[in-house]
C-alpha cells in the first residue's frame, strides 16, 4: 500500500482541491484491543531467498526472489501461489508496488543494461519509459496512478520523478535531485528534493521530505536534519524517516501541518524509521535495539502509541526481520533473516 494502494476508503472520500494539500479527514481508530499477528512464509522462486515489498487490500504480495540459476526476478504472490513476472529482456527486476486493481510496478533491467521502471497488468509487462543508470529507478502505484523516479546518468543530484495518471505523464517540479517515494489514491505524492552528494559521490543530508498535488507542493519539515517520506495514506498522513539535530535517525508522522517523532520504547537505539501506513492510521517500521546490529520490525497502532515488535518464528533462530508495507486490514509485507547455520536466509513473509 505505501507506495501504493488505499482504495477501501476513496469512495466515501471527496477529492482534494489544489488549493489543500492537508489530509482530507481523520482515519477511523486503530483496535483498542490489537490482534495477535501470525507468520505466513511466501517461499521462493526456486532460489535462496526472497523479499516482499509490496501488499495490497486483497492480500496479494510482490517483491522479488532469485530463480535457481540465481538471477533475481520480481514476483507476485496470490492466493498461495508465487509467480515470476519476468524481465523486459535483462536478467533482473524486482516489484516494488501493487494496487488494489492488480497492477504491479517495479524496475527491471534492460538488455542493454539500463533500468527502467515497469507496470505488470493482465500478465503483460509494459516499458514505461524512464532508462536510466543500474541502481536508479523506483516506482509506486495506488488507484492507477504511478510515480516514478529515475536519474539518466548516476548521481544522486541527477533523480528526476513523475507521475502517471492514466495517458497523463506530469513531470513533479521540486528542487533539482529529486524522487517520489509513495502515491495515495487521490494522486497525492510525496518524496524528497535537494539530494547532494560529496566527491565520493554519497548522499549529503541535504534532502527533505515534500507533497506535491496537481503542481503544487510544500515542505514537510524535518526533526532536525534530512528527512525523506516512505507512505502517504488517503487521508494524506505521512510516514518516513528524519534525522535529528543531534544526528539520530527517527520515524516521523506528518499530520498535514507539523511533524512528529514516533514514539521508541527506552531500549532502542539512535537508529529507528517508518516504511508505511494504512487508512486506519496504523504504522511499519522498525528500530536497533541498543547494543545491537540488527533492525527488528515493529508496528505501532497509532502515531502516539509505544510499538511492538513483530512475532518471531519460533524454530529457528533469526538475526533481523524488516516490515515494509501495510493493508488496511493491517497485513503486513516485509522479511525474516535467518542464522546463516540455518540455511534459510532472507524469506518474504507476511504478517496476518
Not at 523486459?88 to 533491467?109: K, P
Not at 543530484?157 to 505523464?169: H, K, M, T
Not at 517500521?285 to 519460533?314: C, E
Request: hydrophobic fraction near 40%.
Amino acid at each position: 500500500m505505501r507506495r501504493s494502494l488505499r482504495r477501501a476508503m476513496a469512495m466515501a472520500i471527496a477529492l482534494i482541491t489544489t488549493a489543500s494539500l492537508a489530509p482530507l479527514a481523520s482515519p477511523p481508530a486503530a483496535a483498542a484491543s490489537p490482534k495477535r499477528l501470525r507468520i505466513v512464509h511466501l517461499g521462493t522462486l526456486g532460489g535462496t531467498w526472497s523479499i516482499a515489498r509490496g501488499i495490497n487490500n486483497r492480500g496479494h504480495v510482490v517483491g522479488d526472489s532469485p530463480l535457481e540459476s540465481g538471477v533475481s526476478h520480481a514476483f507476485l504472490w496470490k492466493n498461495g501461489t508465487m509467480t515470476d513476472l519476468g524481465t523486459l529482456g535483462g536478467e533482473t527486476s524486482f516489484a516494488s508496488g501493487i494496487d488494489d486493481d492488480g497492477r504491479v510496478v517495479g524496475c527491471s533491467e534492460l538488455p542493454s543494461g539500463q533500468w527502467t521502471p515497469f507496470l505488470w497488468h493482465n500478465g503483460k509487462m509494459t516499458d514505461l519509459g524512464a532508462h536510466g543508470a543500474p541502481g536508479f529507478c523506483a516506482a509506486a502505484v495506488a488507484n492507477g496512478h504511478i510515480v516514478v523516479t529515475y536519474a539518466p546518468t548516476p548521481g544522486f543530484a541527477e533523480y528526476r520523478a513523475f507521475l502517471l495518471s492514466g495517458d497523463v505523464q506530469t513531470a513533479i517540479d521540486r528542487r533539482p535531485g529529486l524522487t517520489a517515494n509513495a502515491v495515495n489514491d487521490h494522486g497525492q505524492v510525496v518524496g524528497a528534493d535537494n539530494y547532494t552528494a560529496n566527491d565520493e559521490g554519497l548522499p549529503l543530508s541535504t534532502y527533505q521530505a515534500y507533497l506535491w498535488h496537481n503542481g503544487t507542493g510544500r515542505e514537510l519539515g524535518t526533526l532536525g536534519g534530512m528527512s525523506a517520506p516512505n507512505s502517504i495514506n488517503n487521508f494524506g498522513q505521512v510516514v518516513g524517516n528524519s534525522d535529528t539535530a543531534d544526528g539520530r535517525r527517527r520515524g516521523f508522522f506528518w499530520n498535514g501541518s507539523s511533524m512528529t517523532a514516533l514514539p521508541l520504547p527506552a531500549d532502542a537505539s539512535d537508529y529507528a524509521g517508518a516504511d508505511a501506513i494504512n487508512d486506519r492510521g496504523q504504522i511499519v517500521g522498525g528500530y536497533i535495539k541498543v547494543d545491537d546490529w540488527y533492525n527488528f520490525a515493529a508496528l505501532w497502532d497509532s502515531p502516539t502509541t509505544q510499538p511492538r515488535l513483530l512475532p518471531l518464528p519460533t524454530d529457528a533462530r533469526v538475526t533481523s526481520t524488516q516490515a515494509f508495507d501495510i493493508n488496511n486490514s493491517g497485513w503486513i509485507a516485509g522479511s525474516i533473516t535467518y542464522y546463516w547455520s540455518t540455511g534459510r536466509g532472507t524469506q518474504a513473509v507476511i504478517w496476518r
